[in-house]
């Protein structure tokens, strides 16, 4: 992936809007364009410009938040980043993913995408062919794929590579917390190919950023809160060995788990409704982790025993 002119972070927009699979359901948020103006300006006047959504979050409800913001952009200024989901799909249609990608095309007021995924791999032979039209177009400048095994990835390639298109970069799941994506050997192969790997949940939906502990819970009734409460009271030692690594560097758990990911070759997702968090973010980048603070980090991650694998997410080893 020619990843020279992208930013080492990109900013997530999962819990932006409300609506199926939205901000209000899967974070406990309702942001609206409103309150995440500042916050779009803000990444922006730091060089952070890389912003990933989805159809499926909100059902169109985070695209059309971002769009509001990247629609007043010169289009070469922003990089737009999102997904085509099988399960959301239109199975009668010709080509659902065309389908789908122009419906994005048109909320975000543009001729192409810069990065277009596969969300997950619901049937890796039927839905990657429909990517390469996209890319020949011009419509879609660079894919990727997301939540894919190894074995997954590779067919993906296989079958792209064939009419003279690439994956350009992994996007999975991906903390101190989760490292299935290194255990499978996800990450060296990326590393071989020149294919960026994307990891989201670095911060595991707020759990590792330092505000949250059993005193503090994530908030009741969302669906992080109803996942990650229950796993505080294993969480909160490794969160302490992240504070004591950050206290090093004047940084906050936030910033370390954001530094961690950098120093392990990855491009960290991390999710922005205040201002705060794009300094996090900006913060995280000037961070060097030394390799006796990364391993004091994993060692701690390991020993809490919990699994945060995704209810949408498949083993990757």
Not at 5 to 27: E, H, R
Not at 122 to 138: H, M, N
Not at 243 to 271: D, E, F, M, Y
Not at 293 to 310: F, H, L, P
Request: charged share 20%.
């Amino acid at each position: 992936m020619e990843s020279n002119n992208y930013p080492q972070i990109a900013l997530g927009t999962w819990s932006w809007g409300k609506g199926t699979a939205g901000g209000d359901q899967v974070f406990g948020n309702n942001v609206g364009a409103d309150e995440l103006r500042p916050v779009f300006n803000e990444a922006m006047a730091n060089g952070l410009n890389l912003w990933d959504s989805a159809v499926v979050y909100g059902m169109g409800a985070s695209e059309s938040i971002l769009s509001t913001f990247t629609k007043e952009r010169k289009r070469g200024d922003v990089l737009i980043s999102t997904k085509f989901t099988p399960q959301i799909a239109d199975e009668a249609a010709a080509d659902p993913v065309t389908d789908m990608c122009e419906g994005s095309l048109s909320r975000f007021g543009t001729d192409y995408i810069d990065m277009y995924w596969i969300h997950n791999p619901a049937d890796v032979e039927r839905w990657t062919p429909y990517l390469i039209p996209l890319v020949k177009s011009g419509k879609v400048r660079r894919v990727g794929v997301s939540n894919h095994n190894l074995a997954q990835i590779k067919r993906a390639e296989e079958i792209l590579s064939a009419e003279g298109v690439h994956v350009s970069a992994v996007q999975n799941h991906y903390s101190l917390l989760y490292r299935s994506s290194e255990k499978a050997g996800i990450l060296d192969y990326c590393k071989e190919n020149g294919i960026g790997f994307w990891a989201y949940m670095v911060l595991e939906q707020g759990a590792l950023s330092g505000k949250y502990d059993t005193r503090h819970p994530l908030p009741a009734g969302s669906q992080r809160g109803d996942t990650y409460n229950p796993l505080l009271p294993q969480i909160e030692k490794l969160v302490n060995t992240m504070r004591n690594v950050g206290s090093k560097h004047g940084a906050s758990p936030a910033q370390v788990a954001l530094a961690w990911a950098i120093s392990k070759g990855t491009t960290p997702i991390i999710g922005v409704t205040q201002t705060s968090q794009v300094q996090d973010a900006v913060k995280a980048m000037r961070i060097t982790l030394s390799e006796d603070e990364i391993g004091q980090m994993e060692k701690a991650a390991e020993e809490t025993g919990v699994d945060t694998r995704g209810s949408w997410e498949r083993p990757m080893v």
